[in-house]
């Protein structure tokens, strides 16, 4: 899960991360209120949205096209009207950045903040490495910039900490990177309580990634987050129902959403096929070879185990509320489900949504013959296929056909 950057400056903060001062504003008057409350003489108005790349970015016109000309998603105004004319100009409209797509983020919040006086600008992220089954703190004197950019075009440019979980984030840890990032006197030791702290906040919250891009060192010398992003791992969100709160469900796919309602496993993509299988790693395979066969898959997803009548006609219209899907792959294997029922089930779910584009189903395991007899009897244009390869060629053909 994801939030916005102003609700991890606040969790942040509570763990004595050091952040600007700044609040959270729905509308113009509320964000002149702030501001008068901040004092001044600089501020920032920031975009809120559950993207980056916001000072880059640029606003929809009323005509829906980018206004290139125009100011970015992040800006430093100098008097508490400017802030209000800002909000203004940014509330309510659609921004677009590198990290939105095309469509872009509607800005439903803005956060003003105190503005600082930057002398260097660095990087600072915690993630999870997969590779050393430890959690790995990044640090680069190239703040700002996107971080993918500096790994691939410079990356001496990286510094890298491993981080034992089980021993936590030590002093020296923290050491070796402000030294490696060049900070010098007290800059060193107030780098060292914000990453320590930095990192006790990742380990309590359960969180997947903590990033800080940039870092900034102030001309007083302070070490203070100018920007933050944290994403927290779903399946520990259980016990952290004051995060889960943070939930911005206008900024996340709707059918995701409502996927996780009935506790199925699906993601969004942007191809035509749609695909429903059991099993995360059957469903990756499906992916895979309707790309082989030249088609492109316009979602994930798992059903899980109990492929049931009720489930597939949830997961049917899951996949249909997508306007992309011309054409869908049912892989199922039936283990502990028999054939025969999740053919009943898929024979029922594609009458009651009046399925409307080609359907191949492949069904493997315990009754399978009586499985595709149920679909070549129910008189439904259903295409049968015998193995995996088979139903990809089918679908991506079916799709072709049909388009
Ligand atoms: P994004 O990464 O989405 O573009 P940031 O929060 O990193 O958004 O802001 C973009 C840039 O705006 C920063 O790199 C920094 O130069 C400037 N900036 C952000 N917040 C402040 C602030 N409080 N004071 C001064 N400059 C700021
Ligand atoms: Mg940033």
């Given at each position: ?95 677009v950045t590198k990290q939105t797509g095309v469509a872009g983020k509607e800005v439903k919040r803005v956060y003003i903040e105190e503005g600082c006086d ?104 302070e070490v203070l987050a100018l920007d933050a992003k944290m994403n927290f791992d779903d399946n520990a969100l259980f016990r952290h129902k004051d995060i ?128 595709k007899k149920i679909l070549a009897e129910s008189g439904l244009p259903i295409l049968s296929a015998d193995n995996l390869a088979d139903a990809a060629e ?10």
């Amino acid at each position: 899960m994801n939030i916005h950057e102003y609700q991890a400056k606040t969790l942040l903060k509570k763990y004595g991360v050091a952040v600007p001062r700044g609040g959270v504003a729905y509308t113009p008057t509320e964000a002149e209120q702030i501001a008068k409350d901040l004092g001044g003489p600089v501020w920032v108005v920031k975009s809120q949205i559950h993207a980056g790349g916001r000072g880059a970015g640029r606003f929809k016109k009323a005509d829906g096209s980018v206004d290139t000309a125009g100011k970015g998603g992040v800006r430093v105004v100098k008097s508490v009207a400017e802030v209000g004319e800002n909000a203004k100009a940014m509330l309510g409209h659609v921004l677009v950045t590198k990290q939105t797509g095309v469509a872009g983020k509607e800005v439903k919040r803005v956060y003003i903040e105190e503005g600082c006086d930057i002398k260097r600008e660095l990087y600072l992220g915690l993630l999870i490495d997969r590779a050393t089954s430890r959690v790995t703190m990044m640090a680069s004197t190239e703040g700002g910039m996107e971080i993918e950019e500096v790994a691939h075009n410079t990356p001496e440019k990286i510094l890298k900490v491993d981080i034992d979980p089980a021993q936590g984030m030590q002093a020296y840890h923290a050491r070796q990177l402000a030294f490696g990032l060049g900070l010098e006197g007290k800059q060193v030791g107030a780098a060292v309580k914000f990453m320590l702290a930095m990192y006790q906040a990742f380990a309590d919250l359960d969180a997947s990634i903590v990033e800080i891009n940039p870092l900034v060192v102030t001309g007083a010398g302070e070490v203070l987050a100018l920007d933050a992003k944290m994403n927290f791992d779903d399946n520990a969100l259980f016990r952290h129902k004051d995060i889960e709160e943070l939930r911005d469900t206008a900024e996340e796919e709707a059918s995701e959403l409502e996927a996780t309602r009935h506790g199925l496993n699906y993601v969004k993509l942007d191809g035509n096929i749609g695909c429903m299988v059991n099993g995360a790693g059957l469903a990756m395979a499906t992916m895979d070879i309707i790309k082989l066969y030249g088609g492109e898959p316009a979602n994930f997803l798992d059903v899980g185990g109990g492929a049931t009548k009720e489930r597939v006609t949830i997961a049917f219209k899951l996949i249909l509320s997508d306007p992309n899907v011309e054409g869908i792959l049912v892989n199922i294997f039936g283990g502990i489900m028999r054939c025969d029922v999740i053919a009943e089930g898929v024979v029922a779910a594609a009458r009651e949504v009046s399925l409307h584009v080609p359907l191949v189903v492949r069904l493997e395991g315990t009754n399978v013959e009586l499985g595709k007899k149920i679909l070549a009897e129910s008189g439904l244009p259903i295409l049968s296929a015998d193995n995996l390869a088979d139903a990809a060629e089918k679908v991506v053909k079916a799709v072709k056909e049909a388009a």
